[in-house]
């Protein structure tokens, strides 16, 4: 399995990015994935999650303003971010692994395949 995530840099508070991973050596509809990020400093967090049914999770601190979603098809993950702010700084990662249950689609614990992250900076 292997991950790469693109589409990070550097915007104004209230902006907004959309973050790619490609995905390769598995199938889409056998795994569960997510996003995850990191701050300097800080544990590593889970922002948004789907299933291989495509039902989605999202960290309460970002509902609303992000959407995660996958095209099978093109092997790709995307995370929509909107309404960006400064806390959104950080190092963000796509997962995924085996399907497990739903209600773990946010731990990072439960993903074994990482991509390298992409950066994203927030500036107010």
């Known amino acids: 399995v292997q991950l790469q995530e693109s589409g990070g840099g550097s915007v104004q508070a209230g902006g907004s990015l959309r973050l790619s991973c490609a995905t390769s050596?598995?199938?889409?509809?056998?795994?569960?994935m997510g996003w995850f990020r990191q701050a300097p400093g800080k544990g590593r967090e889970g922002v948004a999650g789907i299933n291989e049914n495509g039902y989605t999770m999202y960290a309460d601190s970002v509902k609303d303003r992000v959407a995660i979603s996958h095209d099978n098809a093109r092997n790709m993950l995307f995370l929509q971010m909107s309404s960006l702010k400064p806390e959104d700084t950080a190092m963000y990662y796509c997962?995924?692994?085996?399907?497990?249950?739903?209600?773990?689609?946010?731990?990072?614990?439960?993903?074994?395949?990482w991509g390298q992250g992409t950066q994203v900076t927030v500036s107010s």
């Open positions: 997962a995924a692994d085996l399907r497990f249950l739903t209600s773990s689609l946010l731990r990072p614990d439960k993903y074994n395949n």
């Open positions: 050596g598995y199938t889409n509809n056998e795994y569960s």
